[in-house]
């Protein structure tokens, strides 16, 4: 817990959502190759143009449905056609092709910066965990702490929150206690987040939101 309760790492933290970021540089992209979305994961920015392209012979289509069954779009692309998006909420999007049922892929929609670019060992970790918990929490009508436990008994996450994480995880190096540490620690990291200062009602909070 020390290590993640230095004031520096607060201080990092607060930045990731007490301020306007500047905006995503580049363009975020999922290609259709071999009859699969390659990557099949992709973190992308709130505002930051999304390129989805194809790379092959072979007529595909791309359908974006969030993860609370809201339908984003669904075009064709045409061998060697693109299809440029903005994805403008933050979130977690599914997409497939109906002409190939296999394919599938998944695009995570942040509102900071520190997805994926972020130097800080796990913190960019944090951020998908938060983002996987407020959406179970949303979908549901859980309580935080419900949906974080979702997150951390790990049976009883979806195959693709679960292969969300495990991908991030092995990008960033992240061994299984260090991640263990992270997801035990998130209530704390999280309030952390939300009040910007770590005052004498946390306690409190956690006690309310997470039983902890
Ligand atoms: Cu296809």
Redesign the pocket.
Known sequence: MSVITTPGTFVWLEATFAHEFPPAEGVAYMD?QG?MFMPDTVLARTGQPFHFRSSED????VRVIRSDKKPIFNVATPPFGSYMHTFDEPGLYNVT????AT?RGTVYVASTPYVGTADERGLPYLDLLHLIVHERKQEAGLTAGEAWRIVRERARLREHERAALDTYAGTLGLDDDFRAFIEELYPVLVAAMAEQHWDYSRPRWLHRQFGV
Not at 58 to 61: D, P
Not at 97 to 100: E, F, S
Request: negative net charge.
């Open positions: 259709q009859q072979v007529l595909h289509n092709c109906d002409i190939h394919m």
